[in-house]
């Protein structure tokens, strides 16, 4: 099993930054391919931020956060952060980190296995 937990998020002026942190702790990690964060916005499904690979740290994003948030790992692969800069209010969600254990990097939902419990990240104008 995979725990995931995530902190970091909270209020934050439109403009200004937040760095989401996510632990990965458990038995299994070392079956982890890939780590993402996804978000839920007010009345949407949940959709695809960002995401890393473990093995060489090959990076992906969905096109509304390029240039604005940067995913990352430390060496030890049990901490991944989003960092998120010049937001806006548009980026108001429900921040959720989550796990892949299958090889390759993916944006669906549906091909990760583990997720955290999310942190609301709320941008004022």
């Known amino acids: 099993q995979v725990q995931l937990v995530e902190s970091g998020g909270g209020l934050v002026q439109a403009g200004d930054s937040m760095r989401l942190s996510c632990a990965v702790s458990?038995?299994?990690?070392?079956?982890?391919?890939?780590l993402g964060w996804f978000r839920q916005r007010p009345g949407k499904e949940r959709e695809f931020v960002a995401a890393?690979?473990?093995?060489?740290?090959?990076?992906e994003y969905v096109d509304s956060v390029k240039g604005r948030f940067t995913i990352s790992t430390n060496g030890a692969r049990d901490t991944v952060w989003l960092q998120m800069d010049t937001v806006a209010p548009d980026d108001t969600a429900v921040y959720y980190c989550?796990?892949?254990?299958?090889?390759?990097?993916?944006?669906?939902?549906?091909?990760?296995?583990?997720w955290g419990q999310g942190t609301q990240v709320t941008v004022s104008s």
């Open positions: 890393i690979k473990k093995s060489d740290g090959t990076q």
């Open positions: 989550a796990a892949r254990t299958t090889s390759g990097i993916t944006t669906s939902v549906n091909e990760y296995d583990y």
């Open positions: 458990g038995r299994t990690t070392w079956f982890i391919y890939s």
